[in-house]
């Protein structure tokens, strides 16, 4: 559940990394326009082609159709590319989801305004922030965070009950549970966006 006209790229690649992740049957909730590029670059998957704002975001007569394809669904991602003020639709899919839900970009900033909608998630639900993002979730500076990621994202996986994926130079992965993983290869370059 992504993309808009400014954000067409960021949803084309979600469904060609799901595609390529062994995913055999991807469904992008999106606008018509994203979804007529993403079919362009990836014609196997399944388009669920939403009305739009003259900003070219998902309209909100879009809710709808996501829930009842929430419904349907085995894991979800939402927000790359979304566009901003989109917070209503990731306080439903957390309300509504019972598989698997992973949060990233546009969908954390929408997060980051009320958090403890996490608290209410009857479903799994994993953050892939890049620092910037995690210190708007947490309001913690960069500083901070960079001081100890490894301790701030186990502290805050196991707060809310989540996984929490903190991309930088190197990626921190913690879980609710209290497990750990860290991934030295790459560089700051890695946390940018397109390139995860």
């Known amino acids: 559940i992504g993309g808009c006209s400014r954000y067409m790229g960021a949803a084309v690649l979600a469904v060609l990394a799901a595609m390529r ?3 055999g049957y991807v469904t992008l ?21 939403l009305a739009q704002t003259r900003e070219g ?3 909100k007569e879009g809710l709808n159709p996501i829930l009842d394809a929430v419904q349907r669904s085995t894991a979800i991602l939402i927000g790359n590319g979304l566009g901003p003020e989109k917070y209503p639709f990731v306080n439903a899919v957390l309300q509504e989801a019972r598989c698997p839900v992973i949060i990233d970009a546009d969908g954390i900033n929408a997060l980051s305004q009320n958090i403890s909608i996490l608290k209410r998630a009857e479903c799994p639900v994993g953050l892939t922030p890049h ?15 960079k001081t100890d990621p490894v301790g701030e994202s186990l502290a805050f996986a196991k707060e809310h009950g989540v996984a929490v994926a903190l991309k930088d130079a190197y990626t921190v992965t913690a879980s609710a549970g209290g497990h ?14 397109g390139s995860g």
Do not use: H, Y
Request: aromatic fraction near 4%; proline fraction near 5%.
């Open 131 to 145: 620092i910037k993002e995690f210190s708007r979730l947490t309001d913690k500076t960069l500083p901070q965070i």
């Open 180 to 193: 750990l993983w860290i991934n030295t290869t790459g560089n700051a370059g890695m946390a940018k966006a």
């Open 21 to 23: 992740a062994g995913a």
């Open 57 to 59: 975001q998902i309209a």
């Open 29 to 49: 909730a999106s606008t018509k326009d994203v979804c007529r590029a993403a079919l362009a670059c990836v014609p196997e998957a399944v388009m669920l082609p």
